[in-house]
């Protein structure tokens, strides 16, 4: 099939990063490239938890796809939802009804929040992975102060001022570490009836220490940082019920009850639900994640012409681990994908293995202050938060993007303000026990 002029047709389903990198990756290249996402924009989301609190506004780390790829008259893109494939027609159907036909097809959907089995505790803990869930995550932080300053039951008011993070990834990391600066640094001149500097957040993991990906040095440095932005760290506890009160959580032997209006989830993903369709369709196993199994040139089994990148892939390391869900990851298989499309275009063998190049890993836990793993060197305080910094402006998309970010960073950093603190979404304003 072509698109009337001889290419042959590329379809990317996903215009997150390895969607997004593999299509930039085609540019010039001789084929016709569509790029289909459910969203216009590629979403910048290891920033995501700034905009949950109010660091930077979501507009600074979103960016149009159209926008990005307008230089590139060989690609197409379709603001759609794929719903399922027919891998004999090779063809790409979608929600709406339309369909689009490929020669080679690109799956990279990404992932979703995952409760282990436990989806009844989404609407009480939301996850970040959208705009929208950073909007809401920031409509209960900063409704949960104004909910403090009105409220005369003691009770009540403890439990508004008490926010527990679940899991101690980078996201959860970066979240708590962020809710300590608000609570100590941001908001305490605002407020005449409550002390915001009194606030009790914790953060929960299940494993025995946090960012547990990280050499043990930093993840005990990252530790000893939240605890001196008032992050209570609780390793060893697993939450085994939440409901609107609170949540409770068994710590060895020890059955915690924690009172509390803010829990957010940061404790895990699972790949999308298109990923159980590839699998269906294609006879393709998954693992319990819910990854597509795939070749280690990034194809799946008796599917050469579809590859299957970014946090949808299960592919195991040299090391035998699984790749982390990431976007170094991500990248770096979009670009090799358009790398062997490109090869079997010329002619050339297409079943290149991929090799991921790990460059290291980067934490930010507040102002000045973060971890850096980057294998041959570890580092920690304000180098590591320099070295977050200067990565995530690389990876961020758009030049004006890097600007703005870059100028909200460095007047936050000299006056301790967050300036998009906007409460917006439903409801506007709490119910209150014994309002004052």
Known sequence: MSDGTDRPRVVIVGGGFGGLYAAKGLADAPVAVTLIDRRNFHLFQPLL??????????????????????DQANTTVLLGEARTIDA??????????????YDTLIVATGAHHDYFGHDDWAPLAPGLKTVEDASEIRRRIL????????????????????????GGGPTGVELAGALGEISRE??????????????????????????????????????QELQRRGVEVLTGTMVTAIDQDGATAKRGDEELRIAARTILWAAGVRASSFGRTIGEVTGTPLDRAGRVSVEP?????????????????????????????????????GRHVAKVIRARLEGRSGRRR??????????????GAGVAD???????????????????????????????????????????????????????????????
């Open 374 to 436: 980057l294998g041959w060197i570890r580092l920690d305080g304000a180098l590591a938060w320099l070295a977050w910094l200067f990565v995530h402006l690389w990876y961020l998309i758009g030049f004006e993007n890097r600007v703005v970010v870059l100028t909200q960073w460095a007047w936050d950093f000299f006056t301790a303000g967050r300036g998009t603190r906007l409460i917006t979404g439903d409801p506007l304003r709490p119910t209150l026990k014994r309002p004052r």
């Open 297 to 333: 040139d990034l194809t799946i089994p008796g599917h050469p012409q579809i590859f299957v990148i970014g946090d949808l892939a299960a592919l195991k390391g040299p090391d035998g681990k699984q790749l982390p869900g990431v976007a170094p990851v991500a990248i770096q298989q």
């Open 88 to 101: 004999d027609l090779r063809t790409v159907e979608l929600t709406d009804g339309g369909s689009v036909p």
């Open 186 to 223: 941001t908001l305490p001149p605002e407020f005449r009836r409550i002390s915001p500097e009194r606030a009790r957040i914790a953060l929960l993991e299940g494993l025995d220490r946090i960012l547990p990906s990280y050499h043990p040095s930093l993840s005990r440095k990252a530790a």
């Open 354 to 367: 991929f090799r991921y190049r790990n460059k290291g890993s980067v934490a930010t836990i507040g102002r």
């Open 143 to 166: 409704l949960a102060y104004e909910a403090a300053e009105r409220e005369a039951d003691e009770e009540a008011r403890a439990a508004w001022m008490t926010f527990l993070v679940v």
């Open 49 to 70: 938890y700034q905009v949950a609190t109010g660091a930077i506004g979501a507009g600074d780390m979103a960016t149009p796809l159209r926008a990005i790829l307008k």
